[in-house]
């Protein structure tokens, strides 16, 4: 059993409440900017979320698109990161690296990322040059060329990132425990492919989706900062074009498909190179988003575990000769939540194994989180909250991914959520999904090891 002695008990206790004071004196102020957010449903279906911002002549947009992992077929897995790379390949009236260069034009960058309920294309331009960079956005999405040319050009670009990932053994663990923890169905998947399937994907499968999922009734758009809200409206009905598909505002629920719960046995799997580190990982699926209570409960436990030097995890490998790097983490996803605990090693495996399912069932049953624990877990989680909002860009994403995955809602409660968790909240969040018994496994050793 790891005990907690009563010196770690005062600094902890010291040093959090130290933090405390500092951080909700301090930033209390700023993480009330993002509560004048408004939502706006426009006759199109398009979800626009304004927030005005004053103080710097800056805009950002952020556009985001409802498809992702629920809308998967063995097929398409991964087609939402090619139709991002074909985006950016331009419509039928304009060249590969046009859209690039309209931006650019503006005095910026056109970026995009793809996560597993959707995909967003974001910028942040000068306040005078908002509504032609979302304008250039808007046709950009209503008017893919999707040229055949383009998908053979971009088909080796996403084998290679997939390369990349395959290389790294913490993304390898990662991407085996999310299989593990939705057996059966596609949110299991990795939403950035296959080397399978983006190999064999079509035009015509690429063009399917695109016509049946990118509609704009899956489309939340964002704009933060110094901008006229009365034009807002006008500027977003006006650019986005609307495609026939799917009308329905948010992507289909997953089920998991009866007779097919988590296999708890430790998968071992080989690293693809040798002199690559060994990984163990234990994982258990969260709640959905939407219960955002216990949602952000399980964030707050993560960072009981990971607090450097002083978190649980390090203090459990801390009488290790060399400790290794062991870390905790939680996403929020729509349909359920990811948690997982990854420790580097090259052997004893077991004994990591143990030493995991000992610190994670200490936290529901005879060792519950510290007064000192939570103060410094909640004002982590918090910090982070307000630090990723302060910018414009910030805010803009916080607020697009709060809309896919639960609501813009989600981001203007979540300090006050954070806040008002207990003790007890923490504990029957750990009982309720952090159930040893139910964790899957996976152990990837390291080649001739």
């Given amino acids: 059993m790891i005990k907690y002695a009563n010196g ?41 979320i304004t927030l005005v911002r004053h103080n710097i002549p800056l805009v950002a947009i952020d556009v985001w698109i ?8 063995a097929q398409t897995c991964g087609v939402t990161h090619y139709i991002e790379h074909l985006i950016f390949k331009g419509t039928p009236a304009m060249k590969p690296g046009d859209l690039d260069k309209e931006i650019e034009d503006l005095g910026s960058e056109l970026n ?28 950009a999405l209503s008017n893919p060329a999707f040229r055949q040319q383009d998908i053979n050009t971009e088909r080796p670009v996403i084998l ?39 190999s064999a994907m079509s035009q015509d499968q690429i063009v399917q989706f695109y016509h049946q999922y990118y509609t704009t009734h899956r489309m939340t758009v964002v704009l933060v900062g110094d901008f006229n809200p009365n034009e807002a409206k006008a500027t ?51 709640p959905p988003a939407l219960d955002q209570k216990a949602d952000a409960a399980l964030d707050v436990l993560s960072e ?23 870390t905790c983490r939680y996403i929020s996803e729509k349909e359920g939540g990811i948690f997982t605990v990854l420790v ?10 143990q030493k995991i399912i000992e610190v994670i069932g200490a936290l529901a049953n005879n060792q519950p989180p510290l007064p000192g624990e939570i103060f410094l877990a909640k004002q982590r989680v918090i910090g982070r909250f307000l630090y990723d909002t302060e910018t414009v860009g910030g805010a803009a994403r916080e607020l697009g991914i709060s809309d896919i995955l639960a609501g813009y809602q989600r981001s203007l409660d979540r300090v006050s959520v954070v806040n008002e968790l207990t003790e007890d909240d923490l504990v029957q969040a750990a009982q309720t999904y952090l159930n040893p018994a139910k964790a899957v496994c996976v152990e990837l050793r390291a080649s001739g090891g």
């Fill in 8 to 48: 770690f008990r005062r600094w902890i206790f010291i040093a959090g409440a130290a933090l405390l004071l500092c951080i909700t004196m301090g930033d209390t102020c700023r993480a009330q900017s993002i509560q004048n957010a408004q939502l706006n449903i426009l006759p199109d279906g398009i979800r626009l």
């Fill in 304 to 326: 009981i575990l990971d607090l450097p030097r002083t978190g649980r995890l390090a203090l459990a490998f801390s009488s290790q000769q060399t400790p290794p790097n062991a």
């Fill in 236 to 286: 977003a009905e006006l650019v986005f074009q609307p495609i026939s598909g799917d009308t329905s505002p948010t992507t289909n629920t997953i089920t998991p498909p009866a007779g097919t719960p988590p296999n708890t046995d430790a998968i071992q799997l080989t690293t693809p190179e040798v002199g690559m580190s060994g990984e163990i990982g234990l994982g258990w699926k969260g």
């Fill in 66 to 73: 409802r498809a992702g992992n629920a809308d998967f077929t």
């Fill in 344 to 353: 580097t090693a090259n052997s004893g495996f077991e004994s990591a194994r």
């Fill in 160 to 198: 290679t990132e997939l390369l990349r990932d395959h290389s790294d053994p913490r993304r390898i663990v990662s991407d085996r425990l999310t299989e593990l923890l939705f057996p059966g169905n596609p949110y299991g998947m990795p939403y950035q492919g296959l080397a399978a399937t983006i």
């Fill in 112 to 139: 995009a990322g793809t996560l597993r309920d959707g995909v967003h294309f974001h910028t942040v331009v000068e306040s005078r040059y908002w509504q032609k960079a979302l304008a250039v956005i808007g046709n």
